[in-house]
């Protein structure tokens, strides 16, 4: 799973770092909670960064509270 890769880079690692059983407590965590959406499609938002465009779509879509 790419989240557990990430969260298991040095960089990350350095700044906060968690345990193997910590990391997967907070993988379930998100997978308990969490809700899938499929992302729509949203005009052009960010011009300096197209590829955030999916992010935003997915946000809008799931409602979310936070991004």
Same mark, same amino acid.
């Given at each position: ?8 880079? #040095? ?6 770092p968690l345990? $193997?059983?910590?990391? %997967? ?11 899938? =959406?499929? #992302?729509?499609?949203? $005009? %052009? =938002?960010?011009? &300096?960064? #197209? %590829?955030?465009? #999916?992010?935003? &779509?997915? %946000? =809008?879509v799931g409602?979310?509270? =936070?991004l």
């Amino acid at each position: 799973m790419e989240l557990e890769r990430v969260l298991n880079y #040095p960089r990350l690692q350095a700044m906060w770092p968690l345990t $193997q059983l910590e990391i %997967a407590r907070f993988i379930q965590a998100l997978q308990d909670f969490g809700e899938c =959406v499929v #992302p729509g499609t949203i $005009q %052009a =938002v960010i011009s &300096a960064g #197209p %590829a955030d465009d #999916p992010v935003l &779509a997915t %946000a =809008v879509v799931g409602r979310a509270n =936070v991004l």
